[in-house]
């Protein structure tokens, strides 16, 4: 009897220390994401306003607008190198009337056409800078802002800034969660995992190896330690933590493994359970 009611106290006490210290954890993780996904929301939002201003200043430089009226493009390609240096952007393309660079801190860039491309097309039917974004076949996509270039109230061309998102894929594919960034539709045009791009978040979630389906399966009946997330990466358990860009309806996302909760938890236990065995 005496026996029985060790076992039933050494049990009871397990189950409340796993209880606690899960949620405590659990909690501790939720609040250094949270943290982190401010930080992220605030780079992007940098980023982006600090291009936003670069196509009205270029817009308006004299030599860019004498280089497209005279068609005399012999210094544009260095003016726009110069700038680049400043502002950090992917690239800088100055195009004329007709959508052919003319210019471009990538030389690869001159001489092509993109009279059909949405930074073109949308730059030239508005009075000021438009922001759009451009599919690649890979799937992924480029962002760009654009203005028209006028001279004496006529279009003749189109500067054009890339904007350098995709850096911060690299800097997050240095830390253990997962990112995604939404636009307002729920496509993914920023991921840690580029195969996630062009797609929805479920279909990407959906997207596991076959090796991982069995590890699933397993992970959702053997986790008893009472961890209450619903969401898998690749057949892991994860935390999801979402929040909002103030910036066309973008939305971020970030997965964050529960394997260190498990690890502390278990040592603990494993601990309490050493104790037990030795009384």
């Known amino acids: 009897l005496l026996l029985l009611l060790c076992i039933v106290i050494a049990g009871f006490t397990l189950w409340v220390t796993n209880m606690l210290l899960t949620d405590r954890f659990t909690q501790a993780i939720r609040n250094k994401s949270e943290l982190r996904l401010a930080l992220y929301t605030g780079n992007l939002q940098s980023e982006l306003q600090r291009n936003s201003i670069v196509p009205k200043l270029l817009a308006r430089d004299p030599e860019l607008i004498g280089a497209l009226h005279s068609e005399d493009f012999s210094t544009s390609t260095q003016r726009l190198i110069s700038f680049v240096e400043e502002i950090g952007a992917a690239s ?8 052919r660079t003319v210019a471009s801190t990538d030389r690869n860039n001159l001489g092509s056409f993109h ?3 949405p930074f073109f097309v949308e730059a030239t039917k508005s009075d000021g800078t438009v922001f759009t974004i451009s599919a690649l076949e890979t799937g992924g996509v480029d962002f760009f802002y654009s203005r028209r270039v006028e001279f004496q109230n006529r279009v003749i061309g189109v500067v054009s800034v890339e904007v350098d998102l995709h850096k911060f894929e ?19 045009i920023l991921a840690t ?6 797609l929805t978040e479920d279909v990407a979630l959906a997207r596991q190896p076959r090796e991982t389906a069995l590890k699933h399966a397993m992970q959702i009946t053997a986790d008893w330690t009472g961890l209450s997330g619903n969401t898998y990466v690749q057949g892991e358990a994860v935390m999801r933590i979402a929040g909002r860009i103030p910036f066309r309806g973008w939305e971020i996302a970030s997965f964050t493994s529960y394997s260190s909760v498990r690890e502390k938890v278990n040592g603990i236990l494993a601990l309490e359970i ?6």
């Not at 393309?93 to 959508?99: A, E, I, S, T, V």
């Not at 690299?170 to 993914?188: L, N």
């Not at 050493?274 to 009384?279: D, N, Q």
Request: proline content about 2%.
């Open 92 to 99: 800088l393309m100055l195009l004329d009337k007709n959508g």
């Open 115 to 117: 009279r059909e491309k």
């Open 170 to 188: 690299r800097a997050w594919a240095g830390i253990s969660d997962r990112i995604m960034v939404f636009d307002d539709s729920g496509k993914i």
């Open 193 to 198: 995992d580029p195969s996630w791009r062009g």
């Open 274 to 279: 050493m104790v037990f065995t030795l009384l």
